[in-house]
């Protein structure tokens, strides 16, 4: 489809847009398991970048990862006034791959391309607007305006609007700028690779002409793709979302039960664990039989349950709900029945 509007010499301008109110959400993260199918992103990027018409992307809902990836090789960008835009794939254990880490410190600047690309946080087009991320925000219909916009501007040569031909805005002191990002970045990574490697390619981003930069792009993404760390993040992103639709054997659901609340609980050994748990119990209200077969374990477990709850309603200055606990080392079935109030 692209191909065809492209070189179609009656079509003077092209708009991309996405579906049911949504540009993009970026690459279906599923796919990253097995070997990538289908046409490469990179290469379809810049096909859009290189064609010999203005192209115009219409964002509206998401333009994130690849999607918004895409809109960076677009001649212009014209966002919907909800619309949310970001280079997430730090949170997935990844870089942008697909000219991203190049593209946007060359439209944004350098501080504010690190910003984005390390934190993966989405920006509001307000936002997206006052950066230079997009040329236009509308509260009308964007695809409509985009058509209008690409119409205007269809005899008009996209080579000034070639990304990757800009020269990436001058910092300073560059040096100084990467020691203190990657300094503070190291930091709050604690040992995750993603964001030291999203640093790396914006610096090639900053210091190598746009081919080149590519290159260590890839590299850079080529050491990313197949670690455990993406693995794990990729797989953390779907148990975040299937935890909030859980379901029972009994056929309960989430979006048909309602809460119940919990006045009391039985929390059964007194380790570690066992002995936090009673805590945050108690200190969320609820009455706890803390219940522990080993005596010793027990005495030590009294001893400091009672301390951190005391410790706790000092700091937040209330009396320490000693009462709401009682112990037990009787693990029978009358110990268990407390609970429920039976005999
Ligand atoms: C060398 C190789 C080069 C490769 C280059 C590749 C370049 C591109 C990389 C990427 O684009 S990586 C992906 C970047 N995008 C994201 O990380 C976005 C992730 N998604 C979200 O932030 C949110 O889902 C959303 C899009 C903002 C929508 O949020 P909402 O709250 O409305 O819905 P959710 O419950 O989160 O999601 C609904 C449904 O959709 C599934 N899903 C969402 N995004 C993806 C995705 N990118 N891939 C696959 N599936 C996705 C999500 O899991 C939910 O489905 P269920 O789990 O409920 O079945």
Redesign the pocket.
Known sequence: MMDKALSDRKVKSVVICGHNGKFC??????EFSSP?TGPL??PVIQGVESAAKPVVAAIEG?A????L?LALGCHYRIANSKARLGL??V??G?L???GGSQRLPRLIGVPAALDLITTGRHVTAAEALQLGLVDRVTDRNTVDEAVKFALSVADQSPQSRRISTFPCPRHPDLDALFEDVMQRVRQRARGALAPVACVRAVRAAATLPFPQGMERE?EL??TL?TSGQARAQQYH??AQ??VG?WSMPSGARWDKTKPVAVHKAMVIGLGTMGRGIAVALVQAGVSVVAMETNEKQLTDAKQAISSMLERGAKRRGVAPALDKIRYSSDHSRRSRSALTGGP
Not at 64 to 67: A, E, K, P, T
């Open positions: 959400g970026g690459a279906d993260i599923r990538l992103l990179i998401v994130l990862g690849g999607g990836e997430p794939e949170h997935l990844l942008p791959g697909a890839r993404m080529a793709f992103f779907f979302r299937a639709r």
